[in-house]
């Protein structure tokens, strides 16, 4: 197994795609480290994974509660890490929080949240993380993103806008750090079958409770998708889009940036139902 005997550290862990990460690495032998705000839930998820674990290795997992909006927490909770398995090899940056909004109905304070929560909190604990990752040899960080890290939307302005930022730190210390063994691997998820759409803030900040406008039916299941994204981890991918007709998108708009502009206008002319 890959990751056998290995520290992989799960950020977003209480559900979804960060969930079914933290079994892809208890499935490939490493200890798992599950880091989000709900404690209940991260318990949840400890006792799935261990259960998992125990199929294939001893039962190794730390809950570690953390909000990536408090980055004065995170020495603390690399020091943590450190302390319990003494070494870290795959941090995986999936917690965030997704939006719906027009600009012009959207406050200042709305665009703070999403980037303190989707950019500055992931580049703030890769940061923190850089000296245990690297003590052993190198590790990997893994950065779950979006297709929107490609490209805008109706309604979805400041959580692209999040998203494109993580691609331009990461794409960036990626160069920094391989001469300390350290990869980078960005993934960039479609639409994929999780609670992320209905806890979506609105343009007051309050969750909307409800699927995305543009939701296509037969959307990718989290487990699939957490396997794609272990894969492209334990091949070194640098990035990997997964989905749909929202993941092919992204060549068309490189390529035929007219065409994807027009097939996005009539994809996205129905207005959202909140509106």
């Not at 494109?164 to 990626?174: E, K, N, T, V």
């Not at 343009?203 to 296509?216: C, T």
């Not at 299941?221 to 749909?244: D, M, N, Q, W, Y």
Request: glycine residues 10%.
């Amino acid at each position: 197994m890959w990751a056998k005997g290995k520290t992989a550290w799960v950020t977003g862990a209480s559900s979804g795609i960060g969930e079914e990460l933290a079994h892809e690495m208890a499935r490939a032998g490493a200890n798992v480290v599950l880091s989000a705000r709900g404690e209940k839930e991260l318990a949840r998820v400890a006792r799935e994974v261990a259960r998992v674990a125990r199929e294939v290795a001893p039962e190794t997992t730390l809950v570690l509660p953390l909000d990536m909006r408090e980055p004065a927490l995170f020495d603390d909770a690399v020091g943590a890490v450190r302390a319990r398995f003494g070494r870290l090899d795959h941090l995986i940056l999936n917690a965030g929080v997704s939006q719906r909004g027009y600009v012009s109905e959207t406050t200042r304070a709305i665009d703070e949240i999403l980037m303190r929560t989707n950019f500055l909190g992931p580049a703030a604990l890769a940061r923190a993380a850089l000296p245990l990752l690297s003590e052993d040899g190198g590790g990997r960080i893994t950065v779950v993103s979006s297709v929107l890290g490609k490209y805008g939307t109706v309604s979805k302005a400041s959580y692209a806008a999040s998203k494109h930022a993580l691609h331009g730190f990461f794409d960036s210390l990626r160069y920094e750090v391989e001469r300390d063994g350290i990869g980078v691997t960005i993934a960039c998820p479609g639409v994929v079958e999780t609670d992320i759409a209905k806890r979506a803030i609105g343009p007051d900040g309050e969750p909307l409770g409800e699927a995305n406008a543009y939701k296509r039916p037969g959307g990718m299941s989290a487990a699939r998708c957490a396997r794609l994204i272990a894969r492209a981890i334990e091949t070194g991918r640098e990035e990997i889009t997964i989905g749909g007709v929202e993941a092919h998108a992204v060549a068309l708009k490189r390529h035929f940036p007219r065409l994807f502009s027009l097939a996005h206008r009539i994809y996205t002319r129905k207005k959202p139902k909140w509106s």
